[in-house]
């Protein structure tokens, strides 16, 4: 490992997201910490394509992290499961409900790493309104094509659990805020949230601000919405695509068929008011919002069962 970031935490001070793993390959560089198993930084050549953080700061905006086992929210932070009502701790306080799932603060585990491999791992125990035992790893890889992250866990209990998972990067491609970027996202239907970012339904696209089927301005429209029926392409991946007005290179994150759902973020709720619209968050998700009481993408772990679901940002789309 280099020097400085990247590098383990030494004697004294210690990085708010722990150590920090460094990985490289032909003038690509990814930085994932320890805490969270989370995408901090990553580049091509020097520029950065994620709206991360730095290495002396606490993450922010669930920034890079993957979220274990729902992504997104669940109402009140309760569901129900097999006639038993569980009630998880209300991790966003401010809507009433428990966000992002239960690993994004927990520290992960090196299993395997190389100049351009990165593997973690880690065990979520049973706990607050969660009664199950989850074994998680998350493999980062980078290649000529670019990052790809690989999320797989297996239920390690003795009973069937409700599941899914999801991650949260924020694409950049160098403007200072995102209204003048070109975006592309394959959905054809959106859900409607209330208030406290809970789908109430499914709409079409067509005829709304939210309908980016076509590469255009964002503009000023504020997003905070999940799409779905993901037009993909031949080789089954559906890509949310980012570019530079200037006509660069477009920037893909693409996901693979595990993921139906993508949630758009513009940022403009960021509590943190400087890092609003500094990035657009693409979120791959295998359910919707809230999937624990809708069931809408819900997947049922039986005792022994893995499921596993790949994403990754293309450097060079288009």
Known sequence: MEAGEGTPAGQGAVPPSGQQFALTFAGQRALITEVGGALRRYTVDGRDLLDGYGEDEMCTGA???????????????????????????????SKGG??????????????????????????????QGWPWVLSCRLEYRLDATGLSVRTTVVNRS??????????????????????????HVPGSVYLPVDDEGIPTGREPVEGTQYDLRHLQPLGTRKIDVTYTDLA????????????????SPEIALWADEAYPYFE???????????????????????????????????????????????????????
């Open 63 to 93: 920034r890079g992290q993957s979220l274990i086992p729902w992504p997104n929210r669940i109402r009140h932070g309760r569901y129900s499961w097999h006639g038993r009502t569980e009630q998880l701790d209300l991790s966003e306080p």
């Open 98 to 127: 428990a966000i992002h799932g239960l690993t994004r603060w927990a520290n992960w585990e090196v299993e395997q790493q190389a100049e351009d491999y990165l593997s973690l791992v880690h065990t979520q125990h049973a706990c």
């Open 158 to 183: 003795s009973t069937a659990c409700p599941f899914g998972t999801g991650a949260h990067p924020y694409l950049t491609v160098g403007t200072r805020v995102i209204d003048g970027a070109l975006a």
């Open 232 to 247: 993909r392409d031949d080789d089954g991946r559906a890509r949310v695509r980012l570019a530079h007005p200037d006509g």
């Open 264 to 318: 758009i973020f513009t940022g403009d709720t960021l509590p943190q008011k400087d890092r609003r619209r500094t990035g657009l968050g693409v979120e791959p998700m295998t359910c919707a919002p809230d999937a624990f009481n809708s069931g809408d993408g819900l997947i049922t772990l039986a005792p022994g069962d893995a499921h596993t679901a790949t994403w990754g940002i293309e450097p060079h789309a288009g």
